[in-house]
């Protein structure tokens, strides 16, 4: 899962996809990976810049297992 972490922040980095992580209690996601400090469960959305495609990435990193990085259904 940290593999798709840090694939996901690549792409932000470089402008492929953006944050549109909305409501709740959650940081952005550049300032959650960069504090190291994850929360137990993380549910983020990301959007494609190119072609709008949303995106859905989930991990629960207490235990290190589960999550996922899913395509979520076009608009
Ligand atoms: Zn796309």
């Known amino acids: ?3 798709a972490i840090a694939v996901t922040r690549d792409n932000l980095a470089d402008g492929t996809i953006s944050d549109v992580t909305t409501g709740g209690d959650c940081k952005p996601f550049d300032e959650l990976v960069s504090s190291g400090k994850w929360d137990d469960v993380l549910l983020y959305h990301f959007k ?3 072609c709008g495609q949303l995106f859905e990435l989930s991990a ?3 235990h290190g297992a589960g999550g996922w990085w899913k395509p979520l ?3």
């Open 1 to 3: 899962m940290r593999q």
């Open 48 to 50: 494609c810049n190119t």
């Open 60 to 62: 629960e990193t207490y």
């Open 73 to 75: 259904k076009h608009r």
